[in-house]
């Protein structure tokens, strides 16, 4: 789905549109939003929520030459779930998609989260 372009030395993003982040992520299967569900919307376990909290664009003449992405998805669940982390990471892996985990249970929801922090490259 993406292209690869290595932009710093010894780092690659994949090169996405928004469009396209949201339909990887809906080959998951599961149910997915950006930012956060609307009150009374939430859908059962598991689910995925993503955003794209920072940018490091490329510079150049002046300008932002480059969207440079922050793309977090979280991964809620009931319990620690194997089975859709690693639905999730299989999608990840098969768009070149690199990435670093994290997972922390929320006492307040009574729930498990999973996070993965990646960068992408936007185009369009």
């Known amino acids: 789905m993406g292209r690869e372009r290595a932009t710093h030395i010894g780092r690659k ?4 549109t928004y469009k396209q982040v949201f339909d990887m992520l809906k ?3 599961l149910s997915v939003v950006y930012n956060s569900w609307e009150i009374g919307s939430v859908p059962a376990l598991p689910y995925i929520v993503f955003t794209y909290p920072n940018n490091d664009d490329l510079f150049a003449d002046n300008i932002n030459y480059q969207t440079i992405v922050q ?3 979280e991964l809620y669940s009931k319990n620690k779930d194997f089975t859709s982390e690693g639905t ?3 999608v990840l892996k098969n768009n070149g998609i690199p990435f670093q985990k994290s997972s922390v249970w929320i006492d307040s929801e009574n729930l498990y989260q999973t996070l993965y922090t990646t960068e992408v490259l936007i185009n369009g």
């Open 27 to 29: 080959t998951t299967n």
């Open 71 to 73: 793309l977090n998805i």
């Open 13 to 16: 993003e994949t090169e996405m």
């Open 88 to 90: 999730l990471e299989t």
